[in-house]
């Protein structure tokens, strides 16, 4: 059972990466405008004097020193122009102030870093990493027209590249449930990476498990770890995208019908943003699931068809040619 304290150790860990980012982004501030640094020994400077004035009790000297400071950080702020909010302290969380905890309880950083804890056992995330619309390759593609007038499956790829590009930068405001559907290899689950790895740069929560893990830790939270439907099912309304991946591998029955559309149809009604990704098609979902799940599947899900050969099997070719 993932605990407090395992929560507290990822959300320590998001802050720290934050952080970093951060200081990385001051650096390069910095570096474009040296005027910065000088003004900061200047501060530092006048900030030695008022320390030695106050402990003096030289208090006809402390309000000039402070006006001086006062303006010096003006300046700097009109320097940095755009980009000032990098010359304060900033929190990864700015509700909690990366306490993790609110007056009224658990502030919602922390409940994300319980969710993904939830769920994580199969962790998808960790290959995110290295899959990004940055090594999205599309000479994995055919060029050829799919048909007379039609598209290639290389455009094809090209566009939903480049619409979920959009879809991570307007990320707030995209109102669309997204199903990504096509054969093996095609580039689903790649592309699913590429979302949360630009997603999680922008500090969004994601939980990211396979439809046969999401029902076995369900399963598993209710029977052994003998926790309500509500502690089960309240993590995954907390984050900010549900990415469901490999729909139609996990065993079917009545049971994992019922708790992937109690865990769907939770999010459509909170309105909160999910990704399903499957190898089976929209009319094939229909015959499968029964049409309580299947109708929120097919009825409220933008369709994205994938397209092209198993890019697996293409990457074994060229390694043997």
């Not at 309880?105 to 290295?130: H, M, P, V, W």
């Not at 439809?211 to 369900?218: D, R």
């Not at 995954?236 to 149809?265: H, M, N, P, R, W």
């Not at 089976?280 to 050969?309: N, Q």
């Amino acid at each position: 059972m993932k605990t407090y304290n395992e929560a507290y150790a990822l959300l320590q860990e998001k802050q720290q990466a934050y952080q970093f980012k951060q200081r990385q982004k001051k650096a390069i501030l910095y570096n474009q405008i040296p005027e910065l640094s000088e003004l900061d020994n200047e501060i530092n400077r006048l900030g030695v004097a008022l320390t030695r004035a106050t402990i003096a009790k030289e208090v006809n000297k402390t309000a000039p020193i402070r006006q001086q400071m006062s303006a010096l950080e003006d300046r700097k702020k009109t320097l940095a122009g755009a980009k000032a909010a990098l010359l304060d302290h900033s929190y990864y969380c700015s509700l909690c102030r990366d306490s993790g905890i609110l007056p009224e309880g658990i502030c919602a950083c922390l409940n994300q870093c319980l969710a993904e804890l939830s769920f994580s056992s199969y962790d998808l995330k960790t290959r995110a990493q290295r899959e990004t619309f940055e090594s999205f390759n599309p000479d994995y593609y055919s060029q050829q027209p799919i048909g007379s007038g039609s598209a290639s499956h290389r455009s094809n790829a090209l566009s939903i590249k480049q619409n979920m590009l959009k879809y991570c930068q307007n990320f707030e405001n995209i109102e669309d449930q997204l199903l990504f559907t096509g054969p093996p290899g095609v580039g689903k689950t790649f592309m699913s990476n590429c979302i949360v790895n630009k997603l999680t740069e922008k500090g969004y929560g994601i939980v990211y498990v396979t439809a046969a893990h999401l029902v076995a830790s369900i399963q598993d939270q209710l029977f052994r770890e003998k926790k309500t439907s509500t502690e089960i099912y309240e993590p995954l309304l907390l984050c900010d995208l549900l990415i469901i991946d490999d729909l139609g591998a996990e065993f079917s029955s009545e049971y994992s019908q019922k708790q992937l559309y109690e865990v769907i149809d939770s999010r459509l009604n909170a309105e909160k943003k999910m990704i399903i990704s499957s190898n089976l098609s929209v009319l094939k979902i229909k015959e499968l699931y029964d049409e309580r799940l299947s109708s929120r599947i097919c009825g409220h899900f933008k369709t994205i068809p994938f397209l092209g050969e198993d890019i697996r099997i293409l990457k074994a070719r060229r390694g043997r040619s």
